[in-house]
């Protein structure tokens, strides 16, 4: 009896700061969300979190029957006598990180109200930025081709936080091969190797072509300029002549960025007070809400009820500062008592005062209509933008975050007042508003 085995090791490149976070329990004054890591201390995506993913991605493209012929399933018959199961053919071997950049970063939930921080959620975080190199080791008996023709034109979203773009995934190279324990060759390379080893050599046989990666996401892109210095949760760093020094943080090219978190957080609260305002029916209406509205649908929520909540239909990206200056403001805090000066407390904080930021918003598997109202919404939404209302980053109470929208793919941003007063019917329609 011949029995052939065969290979494919997949590599991938790390799109977007990612986060596995590992099942531990918390301990004091460490960090809360740590990533995984495996007995030597390297980061470490467990390979059981890619076997989701390649099964939802194989059900899109070739529908559940043949998935389940390929990944195996485990079903019951309709009048219970017996349970049907199959074994997966595709067996997640083993992955490993290189080139990883840590980062840790303090994270609070942003109010829906204020658009600021919420009290008492802050913590401590880790994530791998983008840039890593992961790859991934599968084995398969059979079925060889429909395996390579999947990985190939895959493009896998891990771990946490997926509505702030975290953990998109893109492949850069698939390689595999088989060896044939029949042949003397094959056995021999067999006995010899094992584990990841057995894996690198087989796979040096052939290499598979990438398909170019396809984004079936519908997007809206914004285009602002810095209008008045904004600043973000920047990191303290001892000044050489000893005063407090905040910088700003930066992307692996050095450049400001704006937080995903802090994109949506702001959007979203903006977007909420607008349809507060219109006393809109598609506003959620939080506690009380069957979260059957389209606020509930685009933005998700924490779960009704029966507790089950919704992610996000929406995606935001961290967006770099490019163009950019950058310059430190001193301040000095006040004594409470004199009211004058306090001694000592003198300390700066790095702003950008000049600079374009590139917004992208990616919105998945919605409605057309859905995406109709999104888009009337923002068109009210940049009003505010450009009338400084509404404002991005820290320290917008004291004059900072001003943008102008220079373009935006959902229309002029100095839109008339046509423009403008059918988007608000949009977001207010009259015969709904006596809906529950
Ligand atoms: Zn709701």
């Known amino acids: 009896m011949t029995k052939t085995i065969s290979f494919c090791r997949a590599t991938f490149r790390v799109e977007s700061p990612t986060s596995v976070a590992a099942a531990t329990l918390p301990i004091k004054n460490a960090v809360d969300l740590r990533l995984d890591r495996d007995a030597s201390g390297a980061i470490h995506i467990p390979p ?57 970063y303090v994270a609070t939930a942003i109010s829906r109200h204020t658009g600021a921080a919420k009290l008492g959620t802050r913590r401590d975080s880790e994530r791998l930025l983008a840039g890593a190199t992961v790859s991934l080791d599968l084995r398969i008996d059979e079925r060889l081709d429909d395996l390579i ?17 975290y953990g998109e995934l893109a492949v850069e190279r698939v390689d595999y091969g088989s ?10 390379q067999w006995l010899s190797h094992s584990g990841p080893d057995l894996v690198s050599e087989v796979v040096r046989a052939h290499s598979a072509t990438v398909a170019e990666a396809s984004n079936e996401a519908q997007a809206i892109d914004l285009q602002m300029q810095v209008v008045e210095p904004w600043t973000s949760d920047p990191v303290k760093d001892e000044g050489e002549d000893g005063h407090k020094t905040y910088r700003l943080k930066t992307n692996a090219d050095g450049l400001p960025r704006m937080s995903a978190a802090s994109q949506r957080g702001v959007l979203r609260s903006s977007i909420s007070f607008i349809l507060t305002t219109l006393e809109s029916p ?21 779960g009704a009820a029966d507790g089950v909540g919704r992610r996000s239909a929406l995606t935001f990206r961290e967006s770099p500062i490019v163009d950019g200056v950058s310059a430190f403001r001193t301040r000095n805090a006040i004594d409470r008592f004199t009211g004058g ?34 888009l009337a919404a923002l068109r009210l939404v ?51 508003v006596s809906a529950p």
């Open 341 to 374: 000066a306090a001694r000592g407390a003198l300390w700066r904080t790095e702003v950008v005062t000049e600079g374009m930021v590139h917004l992208r918003i990616e919105y998945r598997s919605v409605s057309d209509a859905d995406w109709q109202i999104l």
């Open 149 to 165: 023709e999947l990985v190939t034109t895959w493009r896998p979203v891990v771990g946490r936080n997926r509505s702030n773009g």
């Open 48 to 104: 059981s979190t890619f076997a989701g993913s390649l099964r939802n991605h194989a059900t899109r493209v070739h529908g559940e029957a043949w998935t389940n012929s390929l990944f195996g399933f485990v079903a019951d018959e309709d009048d219970g006598s017996e349970t049907k199961a199959r074994a997966s053919s595709v067996w997640f071997l083993d992955s490993s990180v290189t080139h990883a950049k840590v980062e840790q």
């Open 282 to 302: 598609l506003r959620c209406r939080g506690e009380a809400c069957e979260h059957d509205r389209w606020e509930c649908r685009v933005f998700g929520h924490g």
């Open 382 to 432: 940049i009003v505010d933008i450009q009338d400084g209302f509404v404002r991005f980053g820290a320290a917008v109470a004291s004059g900072h975050g001003r943008f102008s929208v220079t373009t935006s793919t959902t229309g002029d941003p100095d839109a008339d007042l046509m423009t403008l007063l059918a988007a608000r019917t949009l977001l207010s329609p009259k015969d709904e």
């Open 179 to 188: 060896v044939d324990l029949g042949t003397p060759e094959g056995l021999a």
